[in-house]
């Protein structure tokens, strides 16, 4: 009797903390030693410029008027020559609105900047597809108009660029602008902005930083990536046909150019935070769908045998992003089910306050180890220590999240490849039209019987 209650207890504990030990625990712990290993290794590097060569910026701009002069002027505000770059504002927008007259403002106050103004209305990867072809620049850069670069993060890029000649891609680190979650009045969309804060920090200087060591990046990041121009057109372009553009450019370099895509650690762009839940929603969704599809068009980096598992960083990152997804989906169920069966609430309770709390030494971990990577960003320095004690919410976060990440994998199944999925909130309300219509079917169904019942009597 005590050995079986003692092994249904070990069981329980083995399967709940399994996945979150072995995997996620102790693949922090060590990237964390490789990071600090290589960032003491990469200050011994010589890091200046000898020639400046020609870069060429490519901006797709839609819905940006708000964003698109802070955008331009941080590019004009590099510590590159200004003669050495170009720059193409790809309109994808019906109308050209108040950004073409921001791109004529811009044009007339800085007469030493190339800029050109193009329409395509098309989608953003037909867009960059035009930009593309169209420049001449030895490198070309990729941002987004919602966000703007640090003033050092040309230089930076062209300097890791040089640094190996394998390299054929980059992407910049993508963090949150500070000042605008200053100005967020809502306290609970304030928390989230926070979250999301620590969220890309972790994302960028943690996890595709540690794929870096290992060229292993999975996505380079749409909102600012660089590539060598012979890298680029080796390739097909961008393809319009999957809302994860940005992932399949970055199979396609690894599969045509066998290079290197590597994160370019001291380039930092900014951008705004997630405006609302809804927007939340939608976008991690479209991550989602984006994966599943390049997953799709790029099976033979995705799909193996068991040993591939130790060799393909793709199937590992799809059996921990999706595999593994359904057994913590049955054990959050489980753990409701043994409290009904009767199981000890103590062992409930102290289970889940310990896998809480190392979900929070996690981020305390990662935390300050991408704080060692972000030497020269003083005011997110600042921001992120006067807010350190966001990492007890990240759990919650997360976990919000995996329910979304859930309902992308469903979607990406049934609902066809779009730019924008539906919201949360209209979600919801077609979860509940179903489930009334069921109920309702029911309940007529009940009430016929009834009847008939009564009738035959």
């Known amino acids: 009797m005590i050995i079986n209650k003692t092994i249904t207890i070990l069981m329980y504990w083995i399967s709940w903390l399994i996945i979150p030990l072995a995997i996620?625990?102790?693949t922090n712990l060590i990237s964390g030693f490789f990071l600090i290993i290589k960032k003491i290794r990469y200050k011994t590097r010589n890091r200046k410029l000898d020639f400046?060569?020609?870069v060429s910026i490519l901006i797709p701009v839609y819905n940006s008027e708000s964003t698109l002069m802070q955008c331009l002027n941080s590019v004009a505000s590099q510590n590159y020559p200004q003669n050495k770059m170009e720059v193409f504002l790809l309109n994808n927008q019906k109308t050209r609105g108040d950004?073409?007259?921001?791109?004529?403002?811009?044009?007339?106050?800085?007469?030493?900047?190339?800029?050109?103004?193009?329409?395509?209305?098309?989608g953003k990867a037909k867009a960059l597809n035009l930009g593309i072809l169209s420049s001449k620049g030895e490198?070309?850069?990729?941002?987004?108009?919602?966000?703007?670069?640090?003033?050092?993060?040309?230089?930076?890029?062209?300097?890791?660029?040089?640094?190996?000649?394998?390299?054929?891609a980059l992407t910049g680190v993508i963090l949150i602008d500070p000042n605008y979650i200053k100005d967020t009045k809502n306290i609970f969309l304030k928390l989230l902005q926070k979250c999301e804060s620590f969220e890309y920090l972790e994302s960028f200087l943690i996890g595709r930083n540690f794929n870096s060591i290992f060229n292993s990046m999975y996505t380079l990041a749409g909102a600012c990536?660089?590539?060598?121009?012979?890298?680029?057109?080796?390739?097909?372009?961008?393809?319009f046909e999957t809302v994860g553009e940005d992932t399949h450019m970055t199979f396609q370099i690894r599969d045509f150019t066998k290079g290197k895509i590597l994160l370019a650690e001291e380039t930092f762009f900014f951008v705004d935070p997630i405006e609302s839940v809804d927007k939340l929603y939608a976008q991690r969704q479209r991550w989602?769908?984006?994966?599943?599809?390049?997953?799709?068009?790029?099976?033979?980096?995705h799909i193996g045998k068991f040993f591939d598992f130790f060799t393909k960083f793709p199937v590992r990152l799809l059996i921990n992003d999706h595999t593994l997804v359904f057994p913590r989906l049955i054990w959050i169920f489980g753990m409701i089910f043994l409290y009904f069966k009767g199981y000890p609430t103590?062992?409930?309770?102290?289970?889940n306050v310990f896998l809480y709390l190392m979900y929070v030494f996690i981020s305390f971990f990662n935390f300050f180890i991408a704080y060692i990577y972000l030497e020269k960003q003083h005011i997110t320095k600042k921001f992120l220590s006067k807010n350190v004690l966001i990492v007890f919410l990240l759990p919650i976060h997360r976990f919000i999240n995996y329910w979304i990440r859930i309902a992308g994998i469903i979607n990406s199944a049934y609902v066809n490849e779009k730019w924008d999925n539906i919201s949360y909130k209209e979600e919801f309300k077609i979860f509940f039209n179903s489930i009334d219509k069921l109920y309702r079917k029911e309940f007529d169904k009940t009430i016929y019987k009834i009847k008939k019942e009564i009738l035959d009597e």
């Open 24 to 26: 996620e625990f102790s």
């Open 52 to 54: 400046y060569p020609l």
């Open 99 to 122: 950004s073409f007259k921001i791109f004529d403002t811009f044009k007339e106050n800085n007469p030493n900047i190339n800029i050109w103004w193009y329409d395509t209305s098309s």
């Open 139 to 168: 490198y070309i850069i990729n941002i987004d108009s919602d966000g703007w670069l640090d003033k050092n993060a040309l230089k930076s890029l062209i300097i890791k660029f040089k640094s190996d000649s394998k390299i054929s």
């Open 225 to 239: 990536s660089a590539f060598k121009r012979e890298s680029l057109m080796q390739t097909q372009l961008y393809n």
């Open 288 to 301: 989602q769908k984006g994966q599943m599809e390049v997953a799709k068009l790029f099976s033979k980096f």
């Open 346 to 351: 103590k062992i409930l309770v102290f289970s």
